[in-house]
């Protein structure tokens, strides 16, 4: 097996590689993915360029691009990689340069910040060397790689064995058989990949004998993402795009009146999912003895102790996803607040009713847009409403924090009524409690349910989306006053 994987790399180093993914999310094409190789002048070049076209229903397709090179010397050893994002509501370039014992990245804002450099950081070249040095059927390796989403290192393990047919259906279901029975390629390896530490679940990723990748799967919000090689043609054929960001709506118990979500609503919660369901101004949290999570929501129900001194300045404080501190900022928030003298929730009323009005009415379902961007392009979903608002109230000295979970609609939503959708808001401190500011579908009501709190931070989002299709909403039950 060495020896077949030593004259597969060799045959491969003299010249270029360039292959071709179809994707699919739950079964339907959504796009495709290049991936290239070549080396020249002692270091190699990788390049991924993943191409996505989405719709929801009574909107344009939206087409987004995700482009990672990655630069690297023969040996394997990390240099730079590059992360390109290109869609409607985000056109941004971030940068990732090792300098002896540091990282120095460019989120693309222009400020360069410095990370450790962790000895066992490694690349796309550097991993798969690492497996072709190993001998033997089951082949283990565990490094960091750098996440731009994330903005961190990650820890990751990353285990090979000879491909197996039986594995894969076990382990992603019968539905990836017929994707790879369809794909092109010689399938030798079968390799697990995990973040340690986290939930999100294994990739899997199908390679060659010289551990070239030919096919990837993992479960996205409960569907099985997959790309799987074949001819440029069919890589590029035409589709129908599907939705993505609602597939998983979850359904209510039953029908929630406007006078029961006007008041306060008893929730309960089960699933085998893993989130620490916060307690705020407006939510109480109580766990069960048989599993399950009670939340009871109300517009001043909550049980949340004030925050700290070291809390509030946090919540004022600019970073890359709101920019608070941005002149261009502060130019909107000079021009909708001209009197600094009015109360909190008048300073965020006047803000959240700007972004109502500033941003596009038919929402951008693509990529995460930071409040600069958001605020540039006024495309994005309510993600972008959120990180918006949020650092405009930063910038108005309102103590800010985005809110990730979920909203209850009665209306038809994606075909169907009486949902509770993925939804983000903004809470602002009053110096009472923390209250809810919502510039995507308006006044908050007992349909809000808040699954988690962040400054931002991509990764949060993407850790709650993850586990939504785990969740179940069981029971609401209206609370009456006495």
Not at 371 to 384: F, I, V
């Amino acid at each position: 097996a060495g020896e077949t994987a030593a004259v597969a790399e060799n045959a491969v180093w003299a010249s270029e590689k360039v292959s071709w993914q179809s994707v699919s999310l739950g079964g339907n094409k959504v796009g495709y993915r290049q991936l290239s190789r070549k080396a020249r002048r002692g270091e190699v070049l990788s390049d991924e360029l993943l191409s996505v076209s989405l719709a929801q229903p009574g909107s344009p397709v939206r087409h987004s691009e995700i482009r990672l090179r990655y630069r690297e010397t023969e040996a394997g050893r990390p240099l730079a990689m590059t992360k390109i994002i290109s869609a409607d509501s985000v056109d941004q370039t971030q940068t990732a340069t090792v300098k002896g014992a540091q990282l120095r990245v460019d989120f693309g804002d222009g400020a360069e910040r410095l990370y450790p450099l962790p000895e066992d950081y490694l690349m796309n070249e550097g991993v798969r060397r690492a497996l072709l040095q190993q001998n033997g059927e089951q082949r283990k390796l565990r490094y960091n790689s750098w996440s731009f989403s994330r903005q961190r290192f990650q820890s990751m393990v990353l285990s090979a064995e000879p491909f197996n047919r039986q594995i894969v259906e076990t382990a992603l279901g019968s539905e990836a058989l017929p994707l790879l029975d369809a794909g092109d390629g010689d399938y030798r390896w079968l390799l697990r990949q995990t973040r340690e530490g986290d939930n999100a679940g294994e990739t899997f990723i199908v390679t060659d004998s010289a551990f070239f990748p030919l096919a990837e799967f993992h479960r996205s919000g409960g569907d099985l993402f997959a790309a799987v090689s074949c001819d440029k043609d069919c890589a590029l054929a035409e589709f129908s795009p599907v939705t993505h960001v609602y597939r998983q709506l979850i359904r209510s118990p039953y029908r929630i009146n406007d006078l029961a979500l006007a008041g306060k609503i008893r929730y309960r919660l089960e699933g085998d999912f893993d989130l620490a369901i916060p307690a705020t101004g407006e939510q109480s949290v109580h766990l069960r003895d048989d599993g399950g999570v009670e939340v009871t929501v109300c517009d001043d129900c909550g049980d949340e102790p004030a925050p700290s001194a070291q809390a509030l300045e946090i919540a004022l404080s600019a970073n890359y996803w709101l920019p608070a501190d941005h002149p261009e900022i502060r130019s909107v928030v000079a021009e909708v607040l001209p009197d600094r003298d009015l109360s909190i929730d008048a300073r965020m009323k006047r803000l959240t009713r700007f972004v109502t009005r500033h941003m596009n009415e038919v929402a951008t379902y693509a990529g995460y847009a930071n409040a600069l961007q958001a605020l540039r392009s006024g495309e994005g979903d309510c993600t972008e409403h959120a990180l918006l608002l949020a650092a405009l109230g930063r910038a108005a000295g309102v103590p800010t924090r985005v809110v990730l979970g979920l909203a209850y609609n009665n209306e038809r939503f994606l075909g169907r009524r009486f949902v509770f959708v993925p939804h983000a808001w903004v809470q602002a401190w009053t110096g009472e409690r923390w209250q809810s500011y919502d510039s995507g579908l308006g006044a908050f009501t007992a349909g809000y349910l808040a699954l988690g709190l962040s400054n931002g931070e991509q990764e949060i989002i993407l850790d709650v989306n993850e586990q939504l299709h785990r969740l179940k909403i069981t029971s609401a039950i209206q609370v009456k006053s006495h």
